[in-house]
């Protein structure tokens, strides 16, 4: 990433992890940056490119500090839990995670943007790592592929990319719900 280019990326991960996505506006990641306006389009096509970006990278960032405080070798049911209660807690402390559940709009983006990078993400790799342990020490009913497993989790995904549009009060527990029921499937 080119200097300006990361100082844009800073100075918008700063605002928007302040302020939200409806409080900053082009103007002010241009000031915390020191460029002009003119540069900003440079690198970006709107505030939603560089949000939609900077979410990408809160995300993984996010995801990341989480596995590595992890106990990978937990049973399976208290191992994803774990897992989801943490990006859950992680979501709620902040502004930019918020987004994906506080503004159905901004969730569709960013859902359609990255349709097709679910399985070259982080997490998708972990869960991958998980399944094949799970695998190895004899943890899945018989019945159970790895690709049947993956089927599962990643319908998981897609309540989620589309989870504004779930009638819930609730929206954390029908995904601890959605979670239970796959594990009560896919364990012995």
Do not use: C
Not at 59 to 86: G, S, Y
Not at 89 to 104: H, M, P
Not at 115 to 134: G, H, K, M, P, Q
């Amino acid at each position: 990433m080119e200097k300006k280019q990361q100082r844009l990326f800073n100075a918008a991960h700063d605002l928007f992890l302040t302020q939200g996505f409806k409080a900053t506006n082009i103007s002010a990641i241009v000031a915390g940056a020191n460029v002009a306006v003119g540069t900003f389009y440079n690198f970006y096509q709107s505030k939603t490119d560089v949000f939609v970006q900077v979410y990408n990278a809160e995300n993984d960032r996010v995801k990341r500090a989480i596995l590595a405080n992890v106990d990978f070798d937990q049973a399976p049911n208290p191992l994803i839990k774990t897992i989801l209660k943490q990006i859950l807690d992680q979501s709620a402390n902040n502004r930019i995670l918020q987004e994906w559940f506080t503004n159905a709009k901004l969730n569709g983006i960013i859902a359609k943007t990255n349709a097709l990078t679910v399985e070259n993400s982080f997490i998708y790799a972990t869960l991958v790592t998980l399944i094949d342990r799970w695998l190895a020490a004899g943890l899945l009913k018989p019945t159970m592929t790895k690709s049947r497993v993956l089927s599962l989790f990643n319908a998981l995904t897609v309540v989620d990319f589309h989870q504004s549009e779930l009638q819930t009060d609730d929206y954390f527990q029908l995904l601890g719900d959605l979670i239970d029921a796959i594990l009560l499937k896919i364990l012995k």
